[in-house]
Nanobody, 120 residues
Framework: HVQLVESGGVSVQAGGTLRLSCEVS????????MGWFRQAPGKEREEVAG???????NYVDFARDRFTISRDNAKNTAYLQIINLTPEDTGVYTC???????????????WGQGTQVTVS
């Protein structure tokens, strides 16, 4: 059984920086693909970034310049840092994970509860 617990969601002023954390608990014996989704008010959920078991990363177009995904395997934690925050970054950010099988499948089995980011 795997659980994802996000933290770091805050209310912040535009132009600021924040880092979200996602800790994997439960079965931490495996290696997981990790990722982040976000859902802005009134909009559909969208993928932001992912990081594979070998540390390679991928970003959707809007996230390439200001978002950085990383992981600390010793802490079973993934991070999402966002710089130069804008009000358009407001939303619920959700961490996801899937067992890494040498590559990341195109689905995620494990989802966190989400953490609210508000930029004003």
């Amino acid at each position: 059984h795997v659980q994802l617990v996000e933290s770091g969601g805050v209310s912040v002023q535009a132009g600021g920086t924040l880092r979200l954390s996602c800790e994997v608990s439960g079965d931490t014996s495996g290696t997981y693909c990790m990722g982040w989704f976000r859902q802005a008010p009134g909009k559909e959920r969208e993928e932001v970034a992912g990081i594979e078991g070998d540390g390679s990363t991928n970003y959707v177009d809007f996230a390439r310049d200001r978002f950085t995904i990383s992981r600390d395997n010793a802490k079973n934690t993934a991070y999402l840092q966002i710089i130069n925050l804008t009000p358009e970054d407001t939303g619920v950010y959700t961490c996801v994970a899937e067992t890494w099988v040498g590559y990341c499948p195109d689905f995620f089995t494990y989802w966190g509860q989400g953490t609210q980011v508000t930029v004003s």
